[in-house]
């Protein structure tokens, strides 16, 4: 699946796209997302881990390569949270099967409007921006709203690319962790839990003292991640839960993920680059 994201207003409205760029890449883990910004926004970029591909308008001539770079892709969705005239070309050029935009536009431009085919009624005046965002994913089933996990991800996202001498913010952006199944099940799956008496079900228990997160600020507080990057900080929590995450993920490695794993047995990967020194539990014994 193909999606286009059209964000061309400022940059605090990027900023209120992100929770709802972090829930769609949440749902379709394999969908390739493409962002189009505005020229100002482009130093955000680097910050919105959820899209695979981005793109710049300048409103200069040279914008042309780029649009002919959208008409080629033929996407599936197009969502438009600008709706303006540039948008509006670019969710035409998009050739998408599902063009959704704001029904506002049918009372701003009726010739805009023909643009699209889908409209989400709900009014910016009623909700937060970030909620009016999240309303415009409707049209794509599914995603119903963003999880506490979603948020943190992208709030620590953007933590992580404030400008350097914004010193508290790097550092509250490295701390944050998001523990989710996949996190979770590899803890279980390889017997650390066990191993530091912290077994627990899935739940409000990953947050809790000795819990899942604990297990990784303590992993973490053993790791120098400058040796990965330079441009880390020394102590990382984020980085060890995000490379959990992609080990287990199906829109990472795919590894020790639910659906390769027959969760009832211990588990027989043998191809598995961890097998040798994991304790191969059962999550949910027979
Ligand atoms: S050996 Fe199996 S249970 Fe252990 S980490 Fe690999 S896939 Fe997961």
Redo the contacts with the bound molecule.
Sequence with gaps: MKILLLQLKRIGDLILTTPAIAALRDKFPGARITLVVARECADLLPAIASVDRTLVTRRKLRDVTMFFAVAREKFDYCIDFTRNDRSALLAFLSGAQKRVVSHRIKIQSKSRARVYNEFARHQMREMHTLDYHLALLEPLGHVYGVSNKVLAMALSDLLLASDAKRLTWIEAGAVMIAVDTLVHN?LH??GILHDMRADHPYGPRCYAPGGCATIIERLAASIDARRFNPGFPANFPRFVQHAIWRFCAEAGLN??NGR??DDRAP?K?TD?P??EN?A??ALKPA
Excluded: H
Aim: hydrophobic share 35%; aromatic share 14%; with cysteine.
């Design positions: 590899f799956r390889t590894r020790c390769r794993i588990c990967q598995c961890v097998f994991c191969c539990v």
